[in-house]
Protein backbone atom coordinates (compact mmCIF):
# COMPACT_ATOMS: atom_id res chain seq x y z
CA UNK A 1 0.00 0.00 0.00
CA UNK A 2 1.30 3.45 -1.08
CA UNK A 3 1.11 5.80 1.80
CA UNK A 4 1.24 8.90 0.01
CA UNK A 5 -2.26 7.87 -1.21
CA UNK A 6 -4.14 8.50 2.51
CA UNK A 7 -3.11 11.16 5.52
CA UNK A 8 -2.63 8.62 7.52
CA UNK A 9 -0.28 7.09 5.88
CA UNK A 10 1.37 10.59 4.75
CA UNK A 11 1.64 10.51 9.56
CA UNK A 12 2.88 6.96 9.69
CA UNK A 13 5.51 7.49 7.15
CA UNK A 14 6.76 10.56 8.37
CA UNK A 15 6.97 9.27 12.23
CA UNK A 16 8.80 6.50 11.10
CA UNK A 17 11.28 8.34 9.06
CA UNK A 18 12.17 10.32 12.01
CA UNK A 19 12.25 7.58 14.12
CA UNK A 20 14.94 5.99 11.51
CA UNK A 21 16.77 9.56 10.86
CA UNK A 22 17.18 9.61 14.59
CA UNK A 23 18.35 6.29 15.08
CA UNK A 24 20.83 6.83 12.60
CA UNK A 25 22.29 10.02 14.11
CA UNK A 26 22.34 8.24 17.51
CA UNK A 27 24.83 5.85 16.01
CA UNK A 28 27.27 8.23 14.58
CA UNK A 29 27.42 10.30 17.41
CA UNK A 30 27.69 7.28 19.72
CA UNK A 31 24.37 7.67 21.72
CA UNK A 32 22.45 4.59 22.04
CA UNK A 33 19.90 3.47 19.11
CA UNK A 34 17.45 4.39 21.02
CA UNK A 35 18.23 7.23 23.13
CA UNK A 36 14.89 8.32 24.14
CA UNK A 37 14.97 11.95 25.61
CA UNK A 38 11.29 13.17 26.83
CA UNK A 39 11.80 16.71 26.69
CA UNK A 40 13.24 16.40 23.17
CA UNK A 41 9.99 14.66 22.21
CA UNK A 42 7.67 16.92 23.37
CA UNK A 43 9.25 19.93 21.81
CA UNK A 44 8.96 18.23 18.44
CA UNK A 45 5.55 17.08 19.04
CA UNK A 46 5.08 20.94 20.42
CA UNK A 47 6.56 22.48 17.17
CA UNK A 48 4.99 20.39 15.04
CA UNK A 49 1.43 20.95 16.20
CA UNK A 50 2.27 24.23 16.19
CA UNK A 51 3.30 24.30 12.94
CA UNK A 52 -0.19 22.85 12.06
CA UNK A 53 -2.53 25.56 13.94
CA UNK A 54 -0.52 28.31 12.69
CA UNK A 55 -0.49 27.32 8.88
CA UNK A 56 -4.17 26.26 8.93
CA UNK A 57 -4.59 29.85 10.61
CA UNK A 58 -2.78 31.99 7.93
CA UNK A 59 -4.95 29.55 5.45
CA UNK A 60 -7.69 30.37 6.95
CA UNK A 61 -6.93 34.53 6.81
CA UNK A 62 -4.62 34.99 3.83
CA UNK A 63 -6.12 32.18 1.27
CA UNK A 64 -9.59 30.89 2.41
CA UNK A 65 -11.42 33.86 3.10
CA UNK A 66 -10.60 36.14 0.42
CA UNK A 67 -11.38 32.98 -1.84
CA UNK A 68 -14.82 32.89 -0.33
CA UNK A 69 -15.68 36.55 -0.86
CA UNK A 70 -14.15 36.70 -4.67
CA UNK A 71 -16.14 33.41 -5.63
CA UNK A 72 -19.29 35.34 -3.61
CA UNK A 73 -19.05 38.40 -5.65
CA UNK A 74 -18.10 36.31 -8.49
CA UNK A 75 -21.88 36.08 -10.52
CA UNK A 76 -20.91 33.18 -13.29
CA UNK A 77 -18.61 31.22 -10.95
CA UNK A 78 -19.33 27.82 -8.66
CA UNK A 79 -19.36 30.17 -5.89
CA UNK A 80 -18.53 29.47 -2.21
CA UNK A 81 -20.17 26.25 -0.90
CA UNK A 82 -17.96 23.62 -1.74
CA UNK A 83 -15.14 25.20 0.04
CA UNK A 84 -17.82 25.33 3.08
CA UNK A 85 -19.20 21.97 2.39
CA UNK A 86 -16.05 19.86 1.50
CA UNK A 87 -12.68 21.37 2.69
CA UNK A 88 -14.26 24.18 5.88
CA UNK A 89 -14.98 21.15 8.19
CA UNK A 90 -11.76 19.48 7.97
CA UNK A 91 -9.54 21.75 8.00
CA UNK A 92 -11.39 22.71 11.28
CA UNK A 93 -11.22 19.57 12.69
CA UNK A 94 -7.42 19.85 12.34
CA UNK A 95 -7.03 23.04 13.60
CA UNK A 96 -8.86 23.26 16.47
CA UNK A 97 -7.37 20.02 17.60
CA UNK A 98 -3.89 20.97 17.16
CA UNK A 99 -4.41 24.37 18.82
CA UNK A 100 -5.48 21.94 21.72
CA UNK A 101 -2.31 19.62 20.92
CA UNK A 102 0.16 22.79 20.96
CA UNK A 103 -1.01 24.06 24.38
CA UNK A 104 -0.58 20.81 26.00
CA UNK A 105 2.43 19.91 24.49
CA UNK A 106 3.97 23.18 25.46
CA UNK A 107 2.80 23.49 28.82
CA UNK A 108 4.35 20.01 29.50
CA UNK A 109 7.25 21.25 28.28
CA UNK A 110 7.14 23.71 30.51
CA UNK A 111 5.96 21.57 33.82
CA UNK A 112 9.22 19.63 33.20
CA UNK A 113 11.33 21.88 32.78
CA UNK A 114 9.76 23.68 35.90
CA UNK A 115 9.23 26.85 33.92
CA UNK A 116 5.51 26.58 33.84
CA UNK A 117 4.66 29.05 37.11
CA UNK A 118 7.48 31.36 35.13
CA UNK A 119 6.17 31.49 32.30
CA UNK A 120 2.49 32.10 33.37
CA UNK A 121 3.83 34.80 35.89
CA UNK A 122 6.05 36.72 33.40
CA UNK A 123 8.60 35.71 35.45
CA UNK A 124 7.93 37.42 38.35
CA UNK A 125 6.92 34.27 40.86
CA UNK A 126 9.18 33.26 43.43
CA UNK A 127 12.71 31.82 41.91
CA UNK A 128 11.30 32.86 38.51
CA UNK A 129 14.09 33.69 35.75
CA UNK A 130 12.78 36.95 34.33
CA UNK A 131 15.32 36.78 31.17
CA UNK A 132 13.28 34.02 30.43
CA UNK A 133 9.96 33.86 31.96
CA UNK A 134 8.94 37.44 30.01
CA UNK A 135 9.97 36.73 27.08
CA UNK A 136 8.05 33.09 27.31
CA UNK A 137 5.08 34.32 29.21
CA UNK A 138 4.17 36.65 26.53
CA UNK A 139 4.22 34.25 24.04
CA UNK A 140 2.20 31.72 26.21
CA UNK A 141 -0.16 34.35 26.98
CA UNK A 142 -0.88 35.19 23.47
CA UNK A 143 -1.14 31.79 22.90
CA UNK A 144 -3.60 30.74 25.59
CA UNK A 145 -5.85 33.69 24.30
CA UNK A 146 -6.00 31.96 20.80
CA UNK A 147 -6.41 28.79 22.15
CA UNK A 148 -9.45 30.26 23.99
CA UNK A 149 -10.77 32.19 21.14
CA UNK A 150 -10.49 28.99 19.08
CA UNK A 151 -12.74 26.53 20.94
CA UNK A 152 -14.97 29.00 22.44
CA UNK A 153 -15.28 32.02 20.07
CA UNK A 154 -15.01 30.88 16.43
CA UNK A 155 -15.67 27.44 17.55
CA UNK A 156 -19.15 27.75 18.40
CA UNK A 157 -20.14 30.70 15.71
CA UNK A 158 -18.31 28.33 12.92
CA UNK A 159 -20.90 25.78 13.70
CA UNK A 160 -23.79 28.11 13.31
CA UNK A 161 -22.63 29.04 10.19
CA UNK A 162 -21.83 25.17 8.63
CA UNK A 163 -25.49 24.18 10.25
CA UNK A 164 -23.79 22.29 13.05
CA UNK A 165 -25.50 24.57 15.63
CA UNK A 166 -29.10 25.95 15.68
CA UNK A 167 -28.85 29.84 14.77
CA UNK A 168 -31.46 32.21 15.68
CA UNK A 169 -31.99 33.20 12.28
CA UNK A 170 -30.24 35.17 9.49
CA UNK A 171 -29.73 38.10 12.11
CA UNK A 172 -27.47 35.90 14.24
CA UNK A 173 -26.25 34.19 11.20
CA UNK A 174 -24.72 37.07 9.68
CA UNK A 175 -23.17 38.39 13.15
CA UNK A 176 -21.80 34.31 13.76
CA UNK A 177 -19.86 35.72 10.53
CA UNK A 178 -18.89 38.66 11.41
CA UNK A 179 -17.91 37.42 14.82
CA UNK A 180 -15.56 34.37 12.87
CA UNK A 181 -14.03 37.22 10.23
CA UNK A 182 -12.94 39.30 12.91
CA UNK A 183 -11.62 36.87 15.61
CA UNK A 184 -9.91 34.92 12.89
CA UNK A 185 -7.96 38.03 12.17
CA UNK A 186 -7.15 39.10 15.28
CA UNK A 187 -5.72 35.51 16.41
CA UNK A 188 -4.10 36.17 13.07
CA UNK A 189 -2.55 39.62 14.61
CA UNK A 190 -1.69 38.28 18.02
CA UNK A 191 -0.03 34.81 15.99
CA UNK A 192 3.07 36.97 14.70
CA UNK A 193 4.53 38.82 18.05
CA UNK A 194 3.43 34.95 20.30
CA UNK A 195 5.86 33.17 17.51
CA UNK A 196 8.73 36.09 18.01
CA UNK A 197 8.34 35.54 21.78
CA UNK A 198 8.30 31.83 21.89
CA UNK A 199 11.44 32.05 19.82
CA UNK A 200 12.89 34.88 21.89
CA UNK A 201 12.98 33.09 25.14
CA UNK A 202 16.00 31.18 24.10
CA UNK A 203 17.16 33.27 21.01
CA UNK A 204 16.66 36.89 21.80
CA UNK A 205 13.79 39.48 20.79
CA UNK A 206 13.95 40.02 17.43
CA UNK A 207 13.45 43.87 17.15
Same mark, same amino acid.
Given at each position: +????????? /??????????????????????????????????????????????????????? +????????????????????????????????????? !??????????????????? !?????? $????????? +??????? $? @????????????????? /???????? $?????????? @??? @???????????????? +???? $??????
Amino acid at each position: +MNPLHSIKG /VWIAGLLLSALLAMIVHLFSGDGLLDFDELALVRWAHILAGILWVGLLYYFNFVQ +MPAIAAATADPGGPGPAAIGKYILPRALLWFRWAALA !TWLTGAWYLARTDQLLAAF !TLGLSR $GGDTAYGLP +MGIGVWL $G @TILLINVWFVLWPNQKK /VMGLAKSE $GEADLARAKR @TIA @TVARINAVLSIPMLMF +MVAA $GHGVAL
